[in-house]
């Protein structure tokens, strides 16, 4: 069969436009004016009646330069034989409008209609209708179309003809081009398929088409089109919470999959429809408290074992283990907080004796033996992981011995059943079944209900986990990921996390990447993408930092000497890249321990100057002076630190004689040293650096990676963009259509105290606080003059300002958000609750579940009540029923 693609679309010089069909065959097609270009082929599909996909491509030189993106290619079904010609109407299409309504938060997998149920249409001429449009929520009708003409029914006055779906979301219709007249108007409908009647006109003008003269054996195909329904609504409610956080009156003194589930439940029942977590794959490195952090993950695929709801499994046959088992866990249900490593310690001795009890049944069933088959990429060298970070008492891999370089023998020989190491490594896989089909089932019950399951993506990885064991060539080990500094953290963050590696990443088209973003799609409808900073650019701090001041961006554009001083500022090398230290310094930040830093620390240079004594000039040498006396200076050390981060400028990793300006360095001694002419020219070299100069060249980074990786699955796509955000960032989100993440105490625009939650764009996320910051009670109590400017100048309250944030305060502020334009509002559980003054925990500070300036915060923070006694609150779950319904979402 012959088909010919047309469509408008403007190049430039040098630049020509091709077709991909079924990503195998390239249709090259050509143009007289730069715009209207066309192409035909000679099409033999493998069946008579088949459906192809395809899409536009933009090349220069023989090299693609652009293409069509998004989960939705251009779809084609083909009913008539070889003989047959297709002329092919198009435009080019990046996304749908509104992509988000084909997303799996809003649209659940349809089933498409069996290419055998499609009648075939007998005739010289067709026309086919296209049509974008996801109708899950209203599974009761299908889409339906009526004109002005006899066959499309006079608008209604004989049954509407039903279209079919070809493909998910994806709909079509071949009609006789002789019945219809040489120009129509026609609408969409949503229409009962059992009498043809209509249940909602499309939210659109009439539409209009004029086909082209059609020649016997031609069909038409027209431009997809994409509908609208009045009906549809994506403005939603819903709650943010740590699966640890959560209790219930059954659960091991942690949250598990099953109070997952219980919660989702509490969501649906009080008519929010998104429920929000943080990350939750394994991070047992140490076995210790700190490995509470969820953000520094030994697996991207492995799931923590401490949320295995116990519940679920089969019952112990020792009575008296049991019985032990059960008073502990009545023991750690009842703490305040989360006892990590006792939790820890006891749910895995459960899950030991269970396993032993049943693990001939169930590594020999059916379901565990397809998991282990569509998993043993990634499972086994977890499962291997495991049990050598058990065996060597480290998860460091390098002192592994014969281990510590990674070979794919290695996973296959510890998982085989004849090796020693099998009673182990198959615990570690028997428990990641148990974790997926426990997490399947809560966030399958989320689809049923109608609830968004939102999962978080860690933006890094552990250096000592799995990925860094079996894949090192995708990461940097010699830099640490991090943040400049915020209103989180003055100093930056330092999260030691390898940085990656991403011109390896692209050579084989991120593909890392999109295995764990598929990975994540087996469960969640929507996810979180944590720092999307660091898809444009990842704040890299040296090793020898403790501090994340040090760092620098990567990738970036440093600076030469030159360039430097073409800002009116001589560059001095010695003194404004090496810290700077004399005595007035001395005194200013140490007082009377200002003698004990001459003599343990630094040695006199000449005048008044210092330098670090050897042994001392790194923040890490430093640290580790500290981390051997039996009761370290805190404050000494962290002035200490402040020394080492005393410079003007930063040397480039990859080129030492080139350089960045130090991140606000405006706040340290070394920047008083400047003259105002010096300081003046610093300013301006500052702000194009870090405001101006990488806009077009970071924007290029993140579109290398960013489309790829988003429209690899359909999960509906936020975007945590906090921070020290350039103008490139929401270039690339609105492109893309990524939502935002809002929050009233971090304007966007730097002219603004506070955020204005009635402008917040439509594609956006808008929350009163997240994990990394107070509660709304906790902040309302740290500064009374914002509190006091937010009371009166931004809700626009009168009277005297209320010591505690009270009830209809926290209420009010909860309404504003419900009432915003964001496509999404989710709150934490402690803002929600912090409205009803009997409910609340009476305990704020307990309630912060993260403080970020502390490295080795404890993540424990917990629900004060189970959920069990939540959903007997009546009262408050009415209340948040009627103000979500009142708010139209």
């Known amino acids: 069969m012959i088909i010919t693609f047309r469509i408008q679309y403007h190049t430039t010089w040098g630049e020509s436009l091709c077709v991909c069909i079924d990503e195998k065959t390239v249709v090259e097609l050509s143009t007289a004016d730069g715009y209207c270009w066309q192409g035909q082929t000679d099409y033999h599909p493998d069946a008579p009646a088949t459906f192809i996909t395809y899409r536009y491509i933009v090349r220069r030189e023989n090299h693609n330069i652009r293409q069509e993106f998004g989960m939705l290619p251009h779809t084609l079904y083909l009913s008539a034989g070889d003989d047959s010609c297709y002329l092919v109407q198009d435009n080019w299409r990046d996304l749908p409008s509104a992509s988000y309504r084909f997303s799996s938060a809003f649209c659940n997998a349809n089933t498409c209609q069996p290419a055998d149920t499609i009648p075939q249409i007998s005739c010289n001429t067709r026309i086919v209708f296209r049509v974008l449009c996801p109708l899950n929520k209203k599974k009761e009708g299908v889409l339906g179309i009526t004109g002005n003409c006899n066959v499309l029914g006079n608008w209604g006055k004989t049954a509407l003809l039903c279209m079919f779906e070809i493909q998910p979301n994806v709909w079509q219709l071949t009609l006789d081009a002789a ?113 509470s952090y969820p953000y520094s993950s030994i697996s991207i695929y492995a799931f923590h074992p401490m949320y295995v709801d116990l519940r679920q499994l089969p019952s112990l046959q020792d009575k008296e283990a049991a019985a032990t088992f059960e008073q502990k866990r009545t023991e750690l ?78 996973a296959e020989q510890l998982c085989a059943p004849e090796n020693e190491a099998y009673p182990e490594t198959s615990f570690h896989c028997f428990v990641q079944y148990l974790l997926h089909i426990q997490l399947l089932d809560a966030c399958n019950y989320g689809r049923e209900q109608g609830v968004i399951v939102k999962g978080d993506i860690p933006i890094g990885i552990s250096r000592t986990s799995v990925e860094a064991w079996i894949e090192p060539y995708y990461f940097n080990m010699n830099g640490q990921a991090g943040a400049p500094p915020d209103a989180f953290s003055t100093k930056g963050q330092n999260w030691g996390m390898p940085t990656y590696n991403w011109k390896v990443m692209e050579k084989d088209n991120y593909q890392w990447w999109q295995r764990r973003f598929r990975k994540m799609a087996d469960y969640f409808t929507a996810y979180r993408i944590d720092h999307i900073l660091g898809f444009f650019r990842i704040w890299e701090i040296p090793t020898h930092s403790v501090h994340g001041l040090l760092g620098q961006f990567v990738p970036a554009l440093p600076m030469s000497a030159e360039e430097i001083e073409s800002y009116g500022l001589h560059f001095q090398k010695e003194f404004m890249t090496r810290p700077f230290i004399n005595d007035a310094m001395l005194d200013s930040m140490f007082g009377e321990k200002s003698q004990e830093v001459r003599n343990t620390f630094v040695q006199h240079s000449h005048h008044d100057i210092y330098t670090l004594r050897p042994e001392f000039d790194t923040q890490r040498k430093i640290e580790s002076y500290f981390a051997r006396q039996e009761n370290p200076d805190n404050d000494l050390k962290e002035g200490l630190y402040a020394l080492v981060s005393n410079v003007l400028f930063i040397p480039d990793r990859d080129n030492p004689e080139m350089y960045h300006p130090r991140i606000a360095v405006q706040n340290d001694f070394i920047y008083t040293r400047l003259s105002q002419q010096e300081k003046d020219a610093f300013n301006r070299l500052y702000n194009d650096y870090y405001y101006r100069r990488h806009n077009e060249f970071w924007y290029q980074e993140a579109m290398k990676k960013l489309p790829i990786l988003t429209q690899s699955t359909s999960m509906l796509v936020c975007g945590e963009d906090l921070g020290m955000v350039p103008d490139c960032v929401p ?40 994990h990394d910051m107070s509660t709304f009670r906790g902040w309302w109590e740290e500064d009374r003059d914002v509190a006091s400017r ?44 912090s409205m009803d003054e009997t409910l609340r925990n009476p305990d704020i500070a307990i309630e912060r579940i993260n403080v970020p300036a502390n490295p080795k915060h404890y993540w424990r923070w917990r629900m004060h009540m189970s959920l069990e006694s939540l959903m007997k609150q009546d009262a408050f779950n009415d209340k948040i029923r009627r103000m979500i319904d009142e708010s139209g979402r």
Request: net charge negative; hydrophobic share 35%; with cysteine.
């Open 179 to 291: 019945t219809l007249p040489p120009s129509f108007e026609y609408k969409y409908a949503i229409v009962n398929p059992e009498n043809g009647t209509v249940i909602e006109w499309e939210a659109h003008d009439n539409r209009r088409m004029t086909p082209p003269s059609l020649q016997p054996g031609e069909t038409y195909i027209a431009p997809e089109e994409e509908i609208f329904f009045a009906s549809e609504k994506y403005k939603v409610a819903g709650s943010a919470i740590p699966v640890f956080s959560l209790r219930s009156e059954g659960s091991y003194g942690v949250g598990d999959f099953g109070d997952l589930k219980t919660f989702i439940r509490w969501a649906a029942d009080t008519h929010q429809h998104a429920v929000q977590v943080l990350p939750i794959n394994d991070t047992t490195m140490t076995g210790t408290w700190t490995d």
């Open 731 to 770: 270039w690339v989100m609105e492109q893309l259509q990524i939502l935002s993440l809002e929050i009233q105490r971090m304007p966007k625009n730097p002219e603004d105290e506070f955020g204005h939650v009635y402008a917040y764009p439509f594609r956006s996320v808008c929350t009163i606080g997240t």
């Open 333 to 410: 249900n009842a703490l305040p907080q989360v006892d990590y490593e006792a939790v820890n310690q006891w749910k895995r001795a459960y899950l030991k004796a269970v396993f032993q009890q049943e693990q001939e049944s169930i590594l020999s069933s059916e379901g565990y033996q397809a998991f282990f088959q569509e998993n043993a990429e990634w499972l086994r060298p977890y499962a291997a992981f495991c049990y050598l970070r058990d065996h060597f008492h480290t998860p460091d891999f390098h002192q592994w011995q014969a281990y510590s370089t990674y070979q794919p023998e290695f």
């Open 790 to 833: 937010f009371f009166y100048h931004e809700l626009g309250h009168w009277g005297e300002l209320p010591e505690h944030a009270p009830g209809w305060l926290c209420e009010d502020v909860i309404r504003r958000h419900l009432y915003s334009p964001s496509m999404l509002c989710i709150l934490t559980w402690q803002d929600w609750t």
